[in-house]
């Protein structure tokens, strides 16, 4: 898919998270220095578990990811969506390398890990209410992508949008919507589903390779074509590296 059809997240989603402050768990003399290289740090390593186990395989990530959501702000059924989709790609695909801290930097710009006004992430992993994109109606600096599915996943017939906690836009969600809660259904509203699917995207955008600084940013800018846009995940991912709030 081009970068030219992958706009995922609307203009109204990234102003309001640019203006995020970032703040420490700790008081600022205890506070770590916040790494800035690329690719951002893999932070603590999510543990093994069987994903082919049936149901949510996330659940099992609930150990590791709670002393990371108390350090970071991240709610606790978030992180174990980017520990699940971290270890499913790294059994099937070791050698892409995608750590868990960048789902959660993408994340964490696209929709607050899900909790962008006021959305909830239930314990399944889905977010209500649905968050959903600007028209992509070419307008405000957005991409121009018509209805590519008859509203039946945006919710719009005219124009697509961007959906979910990882502003999918329907014609990517498509190519590369997995279902990850075990439920049978691949929802770009379960922060499950939706953190694998990235993961897998990302993957191929990086040509299989994210360990690297060009495969990293190649990726996420494949993602979101924005330098700012990168610097923005980096340093997200790079906090949450080290346990810091950001």
Not at 31 to 50: A, F
């Amino acid at each position: 898919m081009t970068t030219l059809r992958r706009r995922l997240v609307a203009p109204l989603l990234l102003g309001s998270v640019a203006l995020a402050a970032s703040a420490c768990v700790s008081m600022p003399w205890d506070q770590p220095d916040i790494p800035e290289g690329i690719p951002p740090g893999p932070g603590v390593q999510q543990p093994y578990i069987d994903i082919n186990q049936p149901g949510r395989t996330a659940d099992k990530m609930r150990e590791w990811a709670e002393p990371i959501a108390e350090a970071t702000g991240i709610p606790v059924t978030s992180l174990e969506a980017y520990g699940n989709a971290a270890e499913i790609q790294r059994q099937q695909h070791p050698e892409c390398g995608l750590a868990w801290t960048t789902l959660a930097g993408i994340a964490g710009v696209e929709s607050k890990h899900g909790e962008h006004r006021g959305a909830e992430v239930a314990a399944n992993g889905d977010v209500r209410p649905e968050i959903r994109g600007m028209a992509l109606d070419g307008t405000k600096g957005n991409w121009e992508i018509r209805d590519s599915e008859g509203g039946k996943l945006d919710g719009d017939t005219l124009y697509d949008r961007a959906m979910g906690p990882f502003q999918f836009i329907p014609e990517t969600w498509q190519r590369f919507g997995v279902d990850a809660n075990g439920d049978g259904v691949a929802d770009p509203d379960n922060i499950d589903d939706a953190a694998l699917s990235a993961a897998r995207y990302l993957c191929v955008s990086a040509g299989g390779d994210m360990t690297t600084p060009a495969g990293w940013e190649k990726a996420v800018l494949t993602y979101n074509n924005s330098m700012s846009y990168v610097i923005r995940v980096r340093n997200h991912a790079n906090a949450y590296s080290v346990n810091v709030r950001y």
